[in-house]
């Protein structure tokens, strides 16, 4: 297992949409355990992308089975290829990212999702996933489509904000 180097914006390889995996075999689960070796180092994250630390392929590990006010979750998830079918509701929510450690900022989601996803051997999952959650989810998905939560904030003028101490309230970071 390894802790990767995770990309910080404006890095443009931030920026490019991931491929869907195709294989699922050693190698993948090798990458998997690497990405979620990263996840938790540092201050730790409650997701992460591959394309974070320079891999474009559609994986996502998302966990919200840790935080500090419990909220509704599925626990520790790999996420491949996923795909949200469903979208209800919005809300506002404030996000922070591993590859934008400087800032956090308030993100209009959905707050009501179905998610399809496949699991590291290939076989297809479906979730329903509300609040937390499901931010994190659609946070980590626009990693896999060249987005960042900074092209999402309600207003850059009222909604970005410098992070005084990394992680201090405990907002999505990944
Ligand atoms: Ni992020």
């Given at each position: 297992?390894?802790?990767?180097e ?32 990263t ?12 394309p ?18 419990p909220?509704?979750n ?16 919005h ?33 297809h ?14 946070h980590e998905?626009?990693h ?31």
């Amino acid at each position: 297992m390894a802790v990767l180097e995770i990309l910080k914006a404006p890095d443009p390889r931030l920026r490019q949409p991931a491929s869907e995996v195709t294989t699922f075999d050693d190698e993948l689960r090798a990458f998997v355990d690497d990405l979620e070796e990263t996840r938790l180092h540092g201050p730790g994250a409650v997701g992460i992308a591959a394309p974070q630390v320079d891999r474009l392929q559609r994986v996502v590990i998302v966990d919200c089975s840790h935080t500090r006010k419990p909220v509704p979750n599925h626990g520790h998830l790999v996420l491949i290829n996923p795909e949200i079918t469903e979208w209800e509701g919005h809300e506002i929510g404030r996000e922070g990212c591993l590859s934008v450690p400087d800032y956090t900022g308030n993100v209009f989601r959905a707050s009501r999702i179905r998610l399809t996803a496949q699991d590291l051997e290939g076989r297809h999952q479906e979730f329903d996933m509300e609040g937390y959650e499901a931010r994190a989810v659609q946070h980590e998905i626009d990693h896999l489509d060249g987005l960042l939560f900074l092209d999402r904030v309600v207003s850059r003028r009222t909604d970005l904000f410098q992070r005084k101490t990394y992680r201090k309230a405990g907002e999505p970071a990944g």
